[in-house]
């Protein structure tokens, strides 16, 4: 079945520069990869997606991209600014529909 | 946000004890998910439903029933609450099978 490899785990960056976090997949079936930010205390809200017919996707600071024949996508912040301190989420949708999850990247935004 | 509710945001109850975690939604979205989430693990589905009367396993099922009498709630029941089953958990649901999942609140489990 489909396994997603997420790392950092934690990455603290300064206030102003660029955030990168970077996941695998293994199901080369997958199709549709979307990210999560999670607030502390708070419930997982979309704030991405890209679906394998796409290689990049951008929204303002945040961007994603997709490399299916290396099987993996990253998620692209830049201008980090302290309202992006979060847990984030990749996901991979294997063959069987389902959203396998990475283990989440802990972002610290330094001021 | 307030389309898709859990209660109760927290519990604690005492080893042995049967608990239900309660999940509705208001959009007749047609999937829902049980997710529980613990530290270094993240997400892992538990159990989802793709419609009235049908659901299925996910990754962690053991210990832990579901049902779906009705499109908008879909309850998880645990039989018999063990430690190991002390996390939050999250509902959640899609209009279908290639669409954004909502999440609910959370609810934060404690077994004793």
């Known amino acids: 079945g489909e396994n997603v490899e997420q790392h950092p785990s934690t990455l603290s960056v300064q206030e102003g520069d660029s955030a990168v976090i970077k996941c695998t997949y293994s199901?080369?079936?997958?199709?549709?990869f979307p990210w999560y930010k999670q607030e502390l205390g708070k419930r997982p809200q979309l704030i991405i997606d890209i679906r394998s017919n796409v290689g990049e996707k951008k929204d303002q600071r945040i961007a994603v991209t997709l490399n299916k024949t290396a099987k993996h996508f990253s998620l692209h912040i830049t201008e980090t600014q302290p309202e992006d301190s979060a847990v984030y989420f990749c996901?991979?949708?294997?063959?069987?529909?389902?959203?396998?999850w990475g283990a989440g990247t802990k972002l610290i935004i330094k001021p | 946000d307030a389309g898709i509710t859990q209660s109760p945001r927290y519990k604690i109850t005492e080893t042995g004890r049967q608990v239900t975690l309660m999940c509705h939604q208001t959009?007749?979205?047609?999937?829902m998910f049980w997710y529980r989430q613990d530290l270094g693990h993240g997400l892992r589905l538990i159990y989802y439903?793709?419609?009235?009367?049908?659901?299925d396993k996910g990754e962690v099922p053991d210990g832990y029933v579901v049902s779906r009498s009705k499109t908008e709630n879909f309850p998880l029941t645990l039989e018999s609450a063990t430690r190991s089953q002390t996390s939050v958990y999250f509902c959640?649901?899609?209009?279908?099978?290639?669409?954004?999942?909502?999440f609910g609140q959370g609810t934060r489990l404690t077994v004793v």
């Open positions: 996901a991979a949708r294997d063959s069987n529909y389902q959203l396998i």
């Open positions: 439903s793709a419609a009235a009367d049908i659901t």
């Open positions: 199901d080369s079936a997958s199709n549709y």
């Open positions: 959009w007749s979205h047609s999937y």
């Open positions: 959640a649901s899609s209009l279908n099978q290639e669409t954004e999942a909502f």
